[in-house]
């Protein structure tokens, strides 16, 4: 029998339910992509994403052969929501995760052999499971009776009551993979972020961190966690950040990615090895002109994800001189269930879900230097707009961005753009395809976007994201404004109709440049920060700040003044649209309204909306179309491109009858 047909028969139990297919304005998603240890099958949660829909897309569960033929499919909860795909060692089973969020339970689900087994329940949340080594046990992240969805991004829970005194705990959780009693491992006053099995099945190494779980991620240390005992030991205590910690093989060394990081799933750093006995972790990469993205033990080193300027690379690592050799680099943005690319055991194949400005999102396998698309939903999909990397020069930097057009400009024409400066600071704009929303809306309606990634942002090695260090709206907005000064030397952009956009990071950036030059002419602030000594006592999140301003806001107020927009709140005059979700943790919503008042009392053009029970995204399918809407009507109204179309889809936020500007604030409103 051929090892195809063995994968069908061992498959043909499968549940199969079906898989809506993509629909002429829908998108074709994958998310949670995982790969069998042979690196002959694939699994991941499949949805359709479309332009008018009402509600969040429930996804399905797909697995498929190396070749992208469908073998099964499984769905056994319609209202429920599936993460955390992960095959067994020995590939015969996949586990997953099944969020219920209306009855706020989450079960740990086992497919093996054709049958789809429960094999434990939290009432709370769950995510991140993993197979030890043998594949007879697994473990799981789960927070018992949690009161927000996990991650400060998330929606806060209401501030009433007396605040700060019960904490959701993260914790590993073990059960046998046959089914039974869920035990709960690490210690009850500790919240673990990161996490994975040691090689002898006997622990886990972790990141973890006391007290509150969205604030603490910075601030967290790697430690050893017993699986008998639950006991916790400190192998290091870095002051940088660190993410995705592994061990070798042989159970001595830990490797990990380290550095400057300001939110919570955006890695970016160098390579570092510790020892698993405890002691100082080494940057094995300290010269590396790059950002870490993920990375994984594999036989003869470490295999890396990266970013590379525009580029996105797969590196295989020397743990012990650090020396990089790139087996794969490409101008697209990657994704996998755990890290940036999944790998067989071998670390021979790798998959992916691959996505360029101008390609849709497609599955991807194989080896590293033939890797090959293996599913085609989106194959109906065109090319949208042009796309085109952008370097410049500014303060000795090089700097990188994107560029993106309309198709086939018009001759003698020029035309408005959007600058849209990404969160983060340490963050980076990459390749999207853009099917819907705001952004292709731009584009489609005769608008350049530049999306620039200045000092701060990764992709150009550690020196270049601390760069804004003690000096964020400083050197970063000097590389943004020569980065619009390269475009309009090479595109026919109109220097009189630039707008800029940012939310979180971008939304501080674009109140910074509103009260810092007045070389755009409308602006969209999201989730922005006004004042920083304010923000600092109001964020669910401020122990991000200290590595940006060397200290707290209470042992160095002055630069905290110094860096806020607030305070140049005079030289403001330029039409400003806000948005903010009301229960924003990372930003929250008094940072909009205390900026929206200064612009207020300016006479400048000022418009505010707060969406009801959104965090620090606007997920609500409503409310994102009013995003949409009043976010173009804002660009519409001030920089007034020659191919607005009439109708609804124009409609001007912040205008009253006669066309005027006017001032409001909105607490409520998402119509």
Known sequence: MSRISILAAALAGFSLTSVASASPRGL?????????????????????????????????????????????????????????????????????????????????????????????????????????????????????????????????????????????????AVVSASGGSLRLVSPADTWVYEYDWTPDRRGFVATVAKGDGDDNWWVAKLAAVDLASGSLRVIAAPSYQMNAPHVSADG?????????????????????????????????????????????????????????????????????????????????????????????????????????????????????????????????????????????????????????????????????????????????????????????????RGYFVFEPNPRGSFGQGEAFTRANVRDLGGGDLRDILAGVDAVEKIAPVDDRRLGVFGHSYGGFMTMWAVTHTDRFHAAVAGAGLSNWVSYYGENGIDKWMIPFFGASAYDDPGIYDKLSPIRYIKNAKTPTFMYVGERDVECPAPQSIEFWHGLQAMGAPVSLVIYPGEGHGIRQPAHKHDLDRRLIGWFDQYLAPSTVQSGAHARRPGATANGTAHQDIELDHAS
């Not at 499971?129 to 929606?155: C, E, F, M, N, Y």
């Not at 755990?338 to 194949?349: E, H, K, M, W, Y």
């Not at 396998?365 to 109906?380: K, L, S």
């Not at 303060?395 to 001759?411: K, N």
């Open 28 to 172: 074709h998603q994958y998310q949670s992509l995982a790969l069998a240890g042979s690196g002959e099958r694939l699994a991941a949660v499949e949805s359709v994403e479309t332009a008018d829909e009402t509600n969040l897309p429930h996804g399905r569960i797909v697995v498929r052969d190396e070749g992208g033929r469908v073998l099964s499919r499984v769905d056994p909860c319609v209202g429920c929501q599936y993460a955390g795909l992960i095959f067994s060692p020995n590939g015969d089973a996949l586990a997953f995760v099944a969020s219920n969020p209306k009855t706020a339970t989450a079960a740990l689900d086992v497919w093996r052999n054709g049958t789809l087994k429960t094999v434990a329940v939290v009432h709370g949340l769950a995510q991140t499971p993993r197979w030890s080594p043998g594949g007879d046990v697994i473990a799981v992240l789960v927070t018992l009776g949690a009161h927000k969805q996990l991650g400060p991004s998330q929606a806060g829970t209401p501030l009433t009551g007396e605040i700060g005194t019960v904490q959701d705990e993260q914790r590993i």
């Open 252 to 444: 001595r060394t830990v490797a990990l990615i380290g550095g400057l990081m300001s939110d919570f799933g955006q890695v970016g750093g160098d390579l570092y090895t510790v020892p698993m006995s405890g002691g100082t972790p080494l940057d094995i990469t300290p010269a590396f002109k790059g950002s870490f993205s993920g990375l994984a033990w594999r036989a003869g080193g470490l295999i890396a994800t990266a970013q590379h300027g525009a580029d996105t690379q797969v590196d295989a690592v020397d743990p012990v001189t650090g020396a990089v050799r790139t087996l794969f680099s490409g101008a697209l943005s990657i994704t996998a269930g755990d890290g940036r690319v999944a790998l067989s055991d071998n670390g021979l194949i790798g998959a992916w879900v691959g996505q360029t400005f101008v390609t849709p999102p497609q599955v991807q396998i194989g080896p590293f230097d033939a890797m090959r698309a293996v599913t085609h939903d989106n194959d109906r999909l065109e090319a949208a707009f042009e796309a085109q990397s952008v370097t410049w020069s500014s303060d000795g930097f090089t700097v990188q961005g994107w560029l993106l057009a309309p198709q086939h400009p018009a001759p003698r024409r020029t035309y408005p753009m959007v600058t849209v400066i990404h969160g983060g600071p340490s963050a980076a704009s990459e390749p999207e395809y853009l099917a819907f929303g705001h952004m292709r809306d731009l584009i489609d």
